[in-house]
Protein backbone atom coordinates (compact mmCIF):
# COMPACT_ATOMS: atom_id res chain seq x y z
CA UNK A 1 0.00 0.00 0.00
CA UNK A 2 1.55 3.31 -0.86
CA UNK A 3 1.93 5.77 1.75
CA UNK A 4 1.50 9.51 1.49
CA UNK A 5 4.07 12.00 0.89
CA UNK A 6 3.61 14.26 4.01
CA UNK A 7 3.33 17.52 2.54
CA UNK A 8 4.81 19.37 5.06
CA UNK A 9 7.99 17.52 4.85
CA UNK A 10 9.01 18.81 1.42
CA UNK A 11 7.33 21.95 0.68
CA UNK A 12 9.60 25.25 1.33
CA UNK A 13 12.32 22.37 2.79
CA UNK A 14 13.41 20.47 -0.73
CA UNK A 15 14.67 22.24 -3.63
CA UNK A 16 14.77 18.99 -5.73
CA UNK A 17 12.77 15.37 -4.87
CA UNK A 18 13.22 11.98 -6.66
CA UNK A 19 10.58 9.75 -7.05
CA UNK A 20 11.43 5.78 -7.61
CA UNK A 21 8.61 3.53 -9.20
CA UNK A 22 5.94 3.65 -11.85
CA UNK A 23 3.36 5.39 -12.66
CA UNK A 24 0.93 5.10 -10.07
CA UNK A 25 3.88 6.03 -7.77
CA UNK A 26 4.07 9.28 -9.59
CA UNK A 27 0.61 9.98 -9.80
CA UNK A 28 0.97 9.94 -5.53
CA UNK A 29 3.64 12.12 -5.27
CA UNK A 30 2.04 14.70 -7.59
CA UNK A 31 -0.81 15.11 -5.29
CA UNK A 32 1.52 16.38 -2.73
CA UNK A 33 3.91 18.54 -4.90
CA UNK A 34 1.67 19.56 -7.68
CA UNK A 35 1.87 23.69 -7.60
CA UNK A 36 4.25 24.00 -5.13
CA UNK A 37 8.37 25.28 -6.32
CA UNK A 38 9.96 21.18 -5.43
CA UNK A 39 11.22 20.04 -8.66
CA UNK A 40 10.30 16.39 -8.66
CA UNK A 41 12.62 13.90 -10.56
CA UNK A 42 11.65 10.59 -11.88
CA UNK A 43 13.47 7.01 -11.41
CA UNK A 44 11.46 5.11 -13.80
CA UNK A 45 11.40 2.02 -12.00
CA UNK A 46 7.57 0.82 -12.99
CA UNK A 47 6.00 -1.94 -15.60
CA UNK A 48 4.73 1.15 -17.81
CA UNK A 49 5.92 4.29 -16.67
CA UNK A 50 4.35 6.17 -19.53
CA UNK A 51 4.69 9.37 -17.86
CA UNK A 52 8.62 8.83 -17.98
CA UNK A 53 8.33 8.05 -22.05
CA UNK A 54 6.42 10.99 -22.38
CA UNK A 55 9.41 13.11 -21.01
CA UNK A 56 11.88 10.64 -23.24
CA UNK A 57 13.47 10.53 -19.94
CA UNK A 58 16.45 7.40 -19.63
CA UNK A 59 15.09 4.18 -17.72
CA UNK A 60 18.63 3.25 -16.09
CA UNK A 61 19.70 4.64 -12.91
CA UNK A 62 22.83 5.99 -13.48
CA UNK A 63 21.76 8.22 -16.14
CA UNK A 64 18.52 9.09 -14.45
CA UNK A 65 20.45 10.11 -11.57
CA UNK A 66 22.65 12.15 -14.30
CA UNK A 67 19.16 13.98 -15.41
CA UNK A 68 18.19 14.96 -12.16
CA UNK A 69 21.18 15.98 -10.92
CA UNK A 70 22.34 18.26 -13.90
CA UNK A 71 19.23 18.22 -16.29
CA UNK A 72 16.99 21.25 -17.14
CA UNK A 73 13.73 21.58 -15.10
CA UNK A 74 10.76 21.38 -17.09
CA UNK A 75 7.22 22.53 -16.06
CA UNK A 76 4.96 20.11 -17.56
CA UNK A 77 0.72 20.25 -17.59
CA UNK A 78 -1.63 18.28 -15.53
CA UNK A 79 -4.97 17.65 -15.72
CA UNK A 80 -7.40 17.58 -12.78
CA UNK A 81 -11.09 16.89 -11.39
CA UNK A 82 -11.99 18.37 -8.49
CA UNK A 83 -8.85 19.10 -7.13
CA UNK A 84 -7.38 15.67 -7.61
CA UNK A 85 -4.34 15.67 -10.29
CA UNK A 86 -3.36 13.40 -13.00
CA UNK A 87 -0.45 13.30 -15.52
CA UNK A 88 -1.40 10.73 -17.90
CA UNK A 89 -5.17 10.62 -18.41
CA UNK A 90 -8.53 10.35 -17.13
CA UNK A 91 -12.18 8.80 -18.74
CA UNK A 92 -15.05 6.40 -18.70
CA UNK A 93 -15.94 3.57 -20.13
CA UNK A 94 -14.51 -0.04 -20.90
CA UNK A 95 -10.94 1.02 -19.26
CA UNK A 96 -12.48 2.81 -16.27
CA UNK A 97 -14.93 -0.31 -15.74
CA UNK A 98 -11.53 -2.64 -16.14
CA UNK A 99 -10.14 -0.69 -13.63
CA UNK A 100 -12.91 -0.60 -11.27
CA UNK A 101 -13.85 -4.30 -11.33
CA UNK A 102 -10.57 -5.82 -11.33
CA UNK A 103 -9.08 -3.52 -8.65
CA UNK A 104 -11.84 -4.37 -5.90
CA UNK A 105 -10.94 -4.83 -1.94
CA UNK A 106 -7.23 -6.02 -3.77
CA UNK A 107 -3.84 -4.03 -4.69
CA UNK A 108 -3.01 -4.04 -8.63
CA UNK A 109 -2.49 -7.29 -11.05
CA UNK A 110 -1.67 -6.85 -14.64
CA UNK A 111 -3.16 -10.67 -15.30
CA UNK A 112 -6.54 -9.70 -13.14
CA UNK A 113 -6.24 -6.50 -15.24
CA UNK A 114 -6.34 -8.20 -18.46
CA UNK A 115 -8.54 -10.94 -17.67
CA UNK A 116 -11.53 -8.04 -16.57
CA UNK A 117 -10.97 -6.60 -20.00
CA UNK A 118 -11.20 -10.14 -21.33
CA UNK A 119 -14.70 -10.52 -19.82
CA UNK A 120 -15.73 -6.97 -20.97
CA UNK A 121 -14.69 -7.80 -24.73
CA UNK A 122 -17.29 -10.79 -24.60
CA UNK A 123 -19.63 -8.85 -23.06
CA UNK A 124 -19.17 -6.08 -25.21
CA UNK A 125 -20.75 -3.10 -23.55
CA UNK A 126 -21.12 -0.01 -24.79
CA UNK A 127 -22.12 3.60 -22.66
CA UNK A 128 -23.73 6.79 -23.87
CA UNK A 129 -22.35 9.73 -23.62
CA UNK A 130 -22.69 13.19 -23.54
CA UNK A 131 -19.19 15.88 -23.84
CA UNK A 132 -18.58 19.00 -23.61
CA UNK A 133 -15.33 20.14 -24.68
CA UNK A 134 -15.02 23.77 -24.15
CA UNK A 135 -18.63 24.34 -24.48
CA UNK A 136 -19.23 22.15 -27.17
CA UNK A 137 -21.83 19.34 -26.84
CA UNK A 138 -21.50 16.08 -28.08
CA UNK A 139 -23.62 12.71 -27.47
CA UNK A 140 -22.66 9.24 -28.83
CA UNK A 141 -22.82 5.23 -27.89
CA UNK A 142 -19.17 4.51 -26.83
CA UNK A 143 -17.07 1.68 -26.16
CA UNK A 144 -14.50 4.38 -24.45
CA UNK A 145 -13.51 7.98 -24.05
CA UNK A 146 -9.99 9.10 -22.75
CA UNK A 147 -9.11 12.87 -21.81
CA UNK A 148 -5.25 12.32 -22.18
CA UNK A 149 -2.19 14.66 -20.89
CA UNK A 150 0.35 12.02 -21.91
CA UNK A 151 0.06 10.09 -25.56
CA UNK A 152 0.44 6.88 -23.74
CA UNK A 153 -1.81 5.20 -20.50
CA UNK A 154 -2.24 2.10 -19.22
CA UNK A 155 0.41 -0.49 -21.21
CA UNK A 156 2.00 1.76 -22.69
CA UNK A 157 -1.04 1.87 -25.43
CA UNK A 158 -0.57 5.06 -27.67
CA UNK A 159 -3.90 5.83 -27.61
CA UNK A 160 -3.39 10.20 -27.95
CA UNK A 161 -0.60 10.25 -30.46
CA UNK A 162 -0.76 13.87 -30.41
CA UNK A 163 -0.90 14.63 -26.85
CA UNK A 164 1.93 16.82 -25.81
CA UNK A 165 2.49 17.51 -21.71
CA UNK A 166 3.34 21.39 -22.68
CA UNK A 167 0.77 22.71 -24.82
CA UNK A 168 -1.47 23.35 -22.27
CA UNK A 169 -4.75 21.56 -23.80
CA UNK A 170 -6.06 17.91 -23.62
CA UNK A 171 -6.29 15.54 -26.26
CA UNK A 172 -9.69 13.44 -26.45
CA UNK A 173 -9.77 10.35 -28.02
CA UNK A 174 -13.49 8.87 -28.68
CA UNK A 175 -13.79 4.87 -29.86
CA UNK A 176 -17.49 4.39 -30.98
CA UNK A 177 -19.41 1.60 -30.42
CA UNK A 178 -18.05 -1.67 -31.74
CA UNK A 179 -18.77 -4.79 -32.79
CA UNK A 180 -16.79 -7.55 -31.34
CA UNK A 181 -14.97 -8.52 -34.27
CA UNK A 182 -13.50 -5.21 -34.53
CA UNK A 183 -12.00 -5.01 -31.42
CA UNK A 184 -8.76 -6.69 -32.60
CA UNK A 185 -8.11 -4.64 -35.57
CA UNK A 186 -8.59 -1.13 -33.70
CA UNK A 187 -6.54 -2.51 -30.93
CA UNK A 188 -3.57 -3.36 -33.47
CA UNK A 189 -4.37 0.03 -34.92
CA UNK A 190 -3.84 1.98 -31.75
CA UNK A 191 -0.30 0.13 -31.49
CA UNK A 192 0.97 1.29 -34.32
CA UNK A 193 -0.60 4.62 -33.91
CA UNK A 194 -2.64 4.28 -36.94
CA UNK A 195 -6.10 4.72 -35.48
CA UNK A 196 -6.79 7.83 -35.68
CA UNK A 197 -8.32 8.14 -39.23
CA UNK A 198 -10.63 4.90 -38.61
CA UNK A 199 -14.44 5.35 -38.92
CA UNK A 200 -15.43 4.69 -34.98
CA UNK A 201 -12.38 7.12 -33.80
CA UNK A 202 -13.64 11.27 -32.84
CA UNK A 203 -10.96 13.49 -31.64
CA UNK A 204 -11.37 16.84 -29.90
CA UNK A 205 -8.99 18.94 -28.05
CA UNK A 206 -9.69 21.72 -25.55
CA UNK A 207 -9.23 22.84 -22.19
CA UNK A 208 -12.61 21.64 -20.12
CA UNK A 209 -14.11 18.64 -20.85
CA UNK A 210 -17.46 17.68 -19.11
CA UNK A 211 -18.78 13.74 -19.22
CA UNK A 212 -21.89 13.17 -18.54
CA UNK A 213 -24.35 9.89 -18.62
CA UNK A 214 -27.59 9.22 -18.13
CA UNK A 215 -26.30 6.86 -15.01
CA UNK A 216 -23.25 7.38 -12.80
CA UNK A 217 -20.64 4.95 -14.54
CA UNK A 218 -16.85 4.84 -13.38
CA UNK A 219 -14.59 7.50 -13.98
CA UNK A 220 -10.80 6.88 -13.95
CA UNK A 221 -7.84 8.79 -12.69
CA UNK A 222 -4.82 7.71 -14.22
CA UNK A 223 -4.80 4.33 -13.33
CA UNK A 224 -7.27 4.37 -10.76
CA UNK A 225 -11.46 4.22 -11.08
CA UNK A 226 -12.09 6.45 -8.47
CA UNK A 227 -14.97 8.98 -9.72
CA UNK A 228 -18.57 8.84 -11.53
CA UNK A 229 -20.22 10.61 -13.79
CA UNK A 230 -21.10 13.80 -13.81
CA UNK A 231 -16.98 15.07 -13.83
CA UNK A 232 -15.44 18.10 -15.09
CA UNK A 233 -12.04 17.82 -16.15
CA UNK A 234 -9.51 20.48 -17.35
Not at 179 to 201: D, F, G
Not at 213 to 232: F, G, L, M, Q, W
Request: hydrophobic residues 40%; contains cysteine.
Amino acid sequence: RRRRLPRERVVGKLDRLAIAGGDGTLHAATQELARTNTVMGILAQGTANNLATALRLPRDLPSAFRTIAEGDVRAIDLGEIDGYYFTEGAGAGVFADTLAIASVGRTKSIPRTLRTLLQLIITNRQYRLTLVVDGVQYTEEVLNVVVANTFCLGLNLPIAPHARLTDSRLDVVVIKALQRREWIPYLKAIRTQSHLNLPKIVTFTGREIEIRSRRPINVHIDDRASRRTPVKIR
